[in-house]
């Protein structure tokens, strides 16, 4: 199933728009979501189009490991000081590879943008407002897509091809449950409640991340193409 973004709501102005002559499309879902595999058909097919694409994965920094390995040792982290953290992450990748070809008009595409920060520490027990609040210095995407994934199709996807699961990855530090698999499971069911709420609030394109890649691809080819300059 495919649902049109629900523009209506008062919570899309939590982050600005943008007045770049850019375009920026983001990608969030869960683990194995495939949300990766359509951004790199994406970038393809606009690169043929003409148009100077720009691919950004948002993945922990040398600091956040830092911290978590720490924390991990120490059996602890708190989750407002790594809520903090990653936002310090996010806004060194936005100034430096995001908001520069958004300023010289490039199509850049977010493997996971400001909207997996507020899923995560959501599920994490952080207050949205705070989450929120500390992300104003993002601008808001022209589409923001959510890739939409049971928990248990998630643990089966991201086990089939990485069968050892990370402490963090796998939710351990919160003491769900002492199988990292089951912990693994009652972690992407809490990311995906968050997601849930964020999807109807925030103008999200939600696409269902089972259905044929080639569906999924021409479906967002379709939206897309509404969204691009004319000039490319």
């Known amino acids: 199933m495919f ?3 629900n523009t209506q709501t008062k919570k899309t102005s939590f982050l600005p728009a943008h007045s770049h ?3 920026l499309i983001t990608a969030e879902g869960l683990d194995g979501s495939g949300k990766s595999t359509q951004l790199q058909l994406l970038s393809f097919w606009l690169k043929a189009e003409g148009y100077e694409v720009v691919t950004i994965e948002w993945t922990p920094s040398h600091l956040i490991k830092r911290a978590l390995k720490k924390g991990k040792k120490q059996g602890l982290v708190d989750p407002l000081v790594l809520s903090v953290l990653y936002a310090a992450d996010m806004a060194e990748l936005y100034d430096r590879d995001i908001l520069p070809p958004l300023q010289r008009g490039a199509i850049v595409l977010a493997d996971r943008y400001v909207y997996t920060a507020l899923a995560r520490d959501m599920a994490h027990g952080v207050a949205r407002d705070w989450v929120e609040c500390i992300y104003q ?4 995407p022209d589409l923001a897509v959510y890739f939409h994934l049971s928990a ?3 643990v089966a996807r991201t086990l089939s091809g990485h069968p050892h699961l990370k402490y963090y990855q796998a939710g351990m ?3 769900l449950s002492d199988d990292p698999v ?3 499971q009652a972690f992407q069911q809490r990311i995906l409640t968050a997601y849930e709420a964020l999807r109807s609030d925030c103008a999200m394109l939600t696409l269902d991340a ?6 999924i691809q021409r ?3 379709t939206t897309i193409e509404q969204l691009l300059p004319q000039d490319g």
């Open 137 to 140: 210095f993002a601008v808001r």
């Open 3 to 5: 649902a049109e973004p």
């Open 210 to 215: 089972t259905m044929p890649i080639k569906y």
């Open 21 to 23: 002559p850019g375009r």
């Open 173 to 175: 530090d919160m003491g």
């Open 152 to 154: 248990e199709t998630s």
């Open 219 to 221: 479906s967002l080819r």
């Open 182 to 184: 089951a912990s693994f």
